[in-house]
């Protein structure tokens, strides 16, 4: 039976594990992302005054987008660790409760 629920916590752990390392990849695109848009407004800012303003409004707007899908992903990534946080403290839980009965 104790080795039965090692082998279960062994391998909630590598499930858990693998999520991790998603969440963690989420949080760097999210970061690659809004690395971006800095780079942009920093460039931007450097290029004003803009004759055109239908580009200027173009790339503004493109600007926002990628902000937006940063935050999006972002939100992903805290919802992927908060959800592993959970799982594992819930593990630990139902391990300590196991161990003390």
């Not at 926002?64 to 660790?81: P, W």
Request: hydrophobic share 45%; charged share 25%; net charge positive.
């Amino acid at each position: 039976m104790r080795r039965r629920r090692r082998h279960d916590f062994n391998g909630h752990l590598a499930i858990q594990t693998a999520k991790y390392v998603k969440a963690i990849q989420l949080a760097l695109a999210a970061a690659y992302s809004g690395n971006t848009v800095t780079e942009e407004v920093l460039y931007l800012a450097s290029a004003l005054p803009v004759d055109n303003l239908k580009e200027l409004e173009e790339y503004v707007q493109s600007m926002v987008d990628l902000a937006i899908e940063s935050r999006q992903k972002l939100r992903s990534a805290l919802e992927a660790f908060g959800e592993i946080r959970r799982a594992v403290m819930q593990v630990g839980v139902h391990r300590l409760g196991g161990a003390l009965s």
